[in-house]
């Protein structure tokens, strides 16, 4: 991508005028409550907008913090639970402001939840939800089939993967499935959720999980198969969706596309039947044409860019978790002893039973199985249980040592690092669920700190939300509608110690700290792009800090 392209003056590429940091939504009453001081000093305050002092305290000292570079003391204030807006203060610096409430995640909830919406390709956006950044319709001319050019396909809908306006299936159901396990097991967070998007007679948060299912339906074939992506040969320039009019194609079938949708449709197939029984059988239909197309066709097809396409690869080696979650969720959903044993032969090629993808799925196949209410093999259950413990708890030693609280281990700051922290927040999430463990809850909410402020930056990854927050992601009509404010609850990548894109490269010098190698830039993508599996496990980590 070409700098010149985003030529506009450097004033936004701000350090923190903080010296102090929090989440800057805030804190739920009863939880655990830090801000990091990067710098010594013994004693802190907690003051109002005012600056009444509200409490003080002695600060603790951390020492040396690896992934910052920071010499940090923390400063406890778990014990302060009046409802109010505060700042912290010590040794003449202040924080950014924050909230403590019931309420404090509800705005972001909200925000990072519609987000989605925003991201719809194919509708439009009218005035009436989105806004200022309301747009015309996009993508929508058919798509030629890539290896049959004779072939079209009517594939428009589901949403922009990302920066870019790609829609990959297994981005797509890796999103998806992180939502729908949001609802089904936060069911009184997201059940009675407004949106403020097109009337359904689903509830929201359904509707809009809907939207990308449909898509993913046209993109299988009669014989079950599922291609793997719809993009255009090269990534558009900075325009808006409508202005996007370069050819659409379908690419290739992949495994890893065929076998995710078996999944997420068998998953979605339970949730969607007690609102719309004709839209769960065709969702099981699909599910089982995907399998046995897999069964059919056991050798494993990968996909790479064919010459001339540089849109997104989504590149995996094998499809071995793919397949285990698909089987998983169509045990789940079906009960099929077939299933069952298809699961279980599954499950030992390997990959890591924990991971919530893309690319690795294994904790959701995990997952899936741990919570349905089918006879279960003790062995597995048992092998699946200990994996989510285990490293739940190699979870938490990574947060505790770290002076942010972070549960990232230096090697994790890669590109789109931000879902690492999100999808370590879930892991932990999940095992609180079914391993029943009692500290869950504030190790999962640390996740959510760091993602809103408590980082070495001080800065806010969601748009929208916070004093000091990022506002210029690599997201195409967020440039291109040429609106200062960034539509709110975009989540961007953060912190990569291997800066992977030209500008990046320029502003982070070598041997900078992992925890700061990033900067709010538009045309950096390697730190500060979006995408719809960087959201959806954000959402699923504040739905699980909300049920109560
Ligand atoms: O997240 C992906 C990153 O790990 C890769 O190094 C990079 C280059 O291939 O691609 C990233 O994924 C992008 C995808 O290919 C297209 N949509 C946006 C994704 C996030 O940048
Ligand atoms: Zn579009």
Redesign the pocket.
């Known amino acids: 991508m070409d700098r010149k392209y985003f030529e506009r003056d450097s004033s936004h590429l701000r350090t923190t005028p903080f010296g102090i940091f929090t989440d800057q939504a805030g804190y739920l009453p009863g939880s655990e409550k830090k801000a990091v001081l990067p710098f010594e000093c013994e004693s802190f305050e907690i003051t109002d907008t005012d600056g009444r002092i509200h409490f003080s305290g002695r600060t603790e000292a951390f020492g040396f913090d690896g992934c910052s570079g920071d010499e940090v003391c923390i400063a406890d204030f778990s014990g302060f639970n009046e409802e109010g807006t505060f700042r912290v203060s010590a040794g003449g610096k202040v924080s950014a402001c924050f909230r403590i409430g019931a309420d404090v995640y509800d705005s972001v909830l909200y925000d990072v939840t519609r987000a989605f919406y925003f991201l719809r390709?194919?509708c439009g956006l009218g005035e009436e939800h989105a806004g200022v950044y309301a747009h015309g319709r996009?993508?929508c001319a058919p798509a030629v089939l890539f290896d049959d050019p004779r072939v079209t396909l009517e594939v428009s809908g589901g949403w922009?993967d990302a920066g870019d306006?790609g829609r990959y299936v297994t981005a797509g159901a890796c999103a998806a499935a992180h939502l729908l396990y949001a609802y089904k097991l936060f069911p009184g967070v997201f059940g009675k959720l407004e949106l403020n998007i097109p009337e359904s007679p689903l509830p929201d948060f359904l509707a809009e999980i809907k939207y990308e299912l449909d898509w993913m339906l046209k993109m299988q074939r009669p014989d079950g198969a599922v291609y793997h992506k719809a993009t255009t040969m090269q990534h558009a320039p900075f325009v808006m969706?409508e202005e996007?009019n370069a050819q659409m194609y379908v690419f290739r079938i992949s495994t890893m596309a065929t076998a995710d949708l078996a999944a997420v449709s068998a998953l979605a197939s339970g949730i969607y039947r007690p609102f719309d029984a004709d839209y769960a059988d065709r969702l099981a239909e699909a599910a089982v044409r995907a399998i046995e197309y897999i069964e059919a066709n056991p050798e494993f097809v990968g996909f790479t860019n064919p010459p001339g396409c540089n849109t997104g690869g989504y590149y995996e080696r094998d499809a071995d978790s793919n397949i285990f979650w698909a089987y998983a969720e169509l045990y789940a959903l079906t009960g099929e002893e077939r299933y069952h044993r298809a699961m279980l032969e599954a499950k030992d090629k390997g990959f890591p039973l924990t991971a919530f993808g893309y690319g690795e799925l294994g904790g959701l196949g995990v997952t899936a199985y741990l919570l349905c209410d089918r006879a279960k093999d003790e062995a597995a259950a048992a092998q699946f249980k200990a994996a989510l413990a285990e490293r739940a708890d190699e979870l938490r030693r990574v947060s505790d040592g770290c002076g942010y609280g972070v549960a990232m281990a230096d090697w994790e700051y890669c590109w789109g690092s931000n879902m690492n922290v999100m999808k370590n927040g879930m892991l932990t999430a999940v095992n609180g669920i079914i391993n029943g463990d009692g500290s869950a809850r504030t190790y999962a909410a640390r996740q959510i700190h760091y993602l809103l402020g408590t980082n070495a930056l001080g800065i806010s990854y969601v748009t929208g939300t916070g004093e000091f927050r990022c506002n210029y992601p690599h997201l195409r009509p967020a440039f291109a509608d040429g609106i200062e404010e960034c539509m709110p609850g975009m989540v961007s990548g953060g912190a990569n110690r291997r800066p992977g894109d030209p500008f990046a490269k320029e502003v982070i010098p070598e041997g900078t700290p992992p925890m700061k190698c990033y900067a709010d830039d538009t045309s950096s993508y390697s730190l500060n792009e979006i995408t719809i599996y960087w959201n959806s496990p954000t959402v699923f980590l504040l739905g699980y800090l909300l049920d109560r």
């Open positions: 390709c194919g996009c993508h922009h306006y969706p996007d």
